[in-house]
């Protein structure tokens, strides 16, 4: 059973470019997240999505980001007119639903480097 | 969300038990437990949670306070490749709040040969 798929692993674009970092959840699930993880800081919340809704929010910077979860395909989280600051590590995770005693499952991260 | 506290950092030997300790003073009922690790470069990597009762698995041991404000993550033979940040994280049970894990600074945990 394939775990979270992301990717690209690393991606490099320079200042006014747009990112498109993209997210398959595991098999069967339907629920996704998107986690931030800035140089030498922790993790923090962006975003999560069921099937071509978002739910939560809270976490999404106001301007440039904005993610999607369509019916068919992977998850999108897209960055416009990047800047230094959005150099990040991008991760995705996914589960079966939002019980709290289930589990999240994380992928090994999109690399964005902004030049 | 309520929050963990946990030390930055911890040092064992290989070879050893190691004992992570977590206070979650605030936990409320309905709170899990979850605790996940990150090794450099990588994405985290989910440990083991519970709600109550002590939980046994391939990677580790979770043993549960019986008010429930404290746990401590449990390996039982720390390896090199042991050696990461592990974070734990209560997650609620709230439709949209329970869906989003909150990391803290978690423990930097190294191991040495």
């Known amino acids: 059973n394939a775990g979270v798929m992301q990717n690209p692993r690393h991606l490099v674009r320079r200042r006014g470019q747009e990112a498109r970092l993209r997210c398959s959840p595991m098999?069967?699930?339907?629920?996704v997240y998107w986690y931030r993880q800035l140089p030498e800081e922790g993790l923090k919340f962006m975003v999560y999505?069921?099937?071509?809704?978002?739910?939560?929010e809270s976490g999404m910077p106001k301007e440039r980001f904005s993610a999607e979860f369509p019916k068919e395909g992977p998850s999108i989280l897209r960055i416009q007119q990047v800047v230094r600051g959005d150099s990040a590590a991008y991760f995705c995770a996914s589960s079966e639903n939002t019980y709290s005693g289930n589990t999240i499952y994380f992928g090994e991260g999109s690399w964005l480097t902004v030049v | 969300d309520a929050k963990t506290t946990q030390p930055n950092s911890m040092e064992s030997n290989e070879e050893e038990p190691v004992h992570l300790p977590c206070n979650h003073s605030?936990?409320?009922?309905?709170?899990?437990i979850h605790w996940y690790r990150q090794l450099p470069s990588q994405g985290p990597e989910y440990v083991i949670h519970g709600l109550t009762s002590n939980v046994n698995n391939r990677m580790a041991s979770l043993a549960i306070a019986e008010d429930r404000k404290s746990s401590t993550l449990i390996l039982h033979r720390a390896t090199l490749r042991d050696a990461a940040v592990y974070y734990c994280?209560?997650?609620?049970?709230?439709?949209?709040?329970?869906?989003?894990?909150?990391f803290g600074e978690g423990t930097q945990l190294t191991v040495n040969p």
């Open positions: 605030t936990i409320s009922g309905t709170d899990y």
């Open positions: 999505l069921q099937k071509e809704n978002i739910i939560d």
């Open positions: 994280i209560l997650r609620d049970a709230g439709e949209t709040s329970g869906s989003r894990l909150t």
């Open positions: 098999k069967g699930h339907s629920h």
